[in-house]
């Protein structure tokens, strides 16, 4: 599988095999506008790396303009979770 990213805070996942995308994820954020209000804000990506478990577990690290890393993880099982930090 190969992912590529970029400014529109989207990060595409192609099949080498099928030359299909595969999976898809924005990385975005909630900004605090007022009080309780949130709003989902993209961030432009200007690096991206990944590590590969032995026991098929997958993690991402992207990299934003704003100095952000996002991280993705996906589980054996097909878990998927998300942060920002």
Known sequence: MLFVAGES???YGFSLETHEIIDIWNVIFNKFIFQTKFSQVGENITAMDTINFEDGGTVWAVGCANG?????SRLLTGIINQCMV
């Open 9 to 11: 805070s989207i990060v």
């Open 68 to 72: 952000k890393i996002f991280l993705r």
